[in-house]
């Protein structure tokens, strides 16, 4: 009995965590009207229809770009300013250290939505309205400290030694810094950027408060996506599928170091 339940309780639970994503799935290549009208576990009218126009509608398919374009920015700027803070905090005590360091997360605990006014009008006045790096700046006052927090845990596991070792060796710190240390603490790197990249692939308020048709992100399409018979369900769903597809990739090449990231304890 113990062991068919050790396969029997997983396996509900796998069923119960992707059953909604197979039904995103089913229903991308169902008509609205079959969405609508029946219920049904499969196609009865398998149509890749919906996909089609994702990838020959122009604000579609921009849509995705944009969202990746900012996505990019944003995780690639994230990590490189967090990088030497998480070492200036992991190896050297000053006045304030501490309360700095609470400082930033606590701007991970405001809602986006505290700050969707201030950033309008801020970048309203700078001309920087409806770009890419309008949103990669905004979701970097989220990314920036959760990444300084989780490599700050990284370097704190590399004794302080390898740093001397290096210095003693003739190593610039430029060069210490960039050919031993980023490849000792790897592993958190990538854990940084993958929470990065999920935190702004998801997020929608900044995103749609601050774009309007030049980097307007794939999220703001969907929601604006209706006819005068309604929403076009099939059509979101597709789109929602496809979304799905960036962070599966992203879980896919960094999910060992995830797992070593919970090991120590900073994730």
Known sequence: MTKRTNWIVPT?????????????????FKTTNEILGAFTLWPQEFTFDNYIKIF?????YTGYLNSLTYVGLNTVISVSVALPAAYAFSRYRFLGDKHLFFWLLTNR????AVFALPFFQLYSAF????????????????????AVWILEGF????????????????????RFFVKIFIPTIAAGIGVAAFFCFMFSWVELLLAKTLTSVAAKPIAAVMTRTASTSGYELGLLAAA????????????????????????????
Do not use: Q
């Open 240 to 267: 929602g599928t496809l979304t799905i597809v960036p962070g599966a990739f992203v879980i896919y090449f960094v999910r060992n170091y995830i797992a070593k990231g919970f090991a120590m304890g900073r994730v």
């Open 109 to 112: 605990m405001a809602p986006p």
């Open 127 to 146: 001309n920087l309205f409806d770009t890419h790096i309008a949103v990669a700046l905004a979701h970097c006052l989220f990314n920036i400290p959760l």
């Open 155 to 174: 370097m704190s596991g590399v004794p302080k030694e390898l740093d001397e070792t290096a210095y003693i060796d003739g190593y610039s710190f430029s």
């Open 56 to 60: 020959t509608d122009p604000t579609w």
């Open 12 to 28: 509900f639970y796998i069923f119960f965590l992707m059953l909604p994503i197979y039904w995103l799935i089913n229903m991308s």
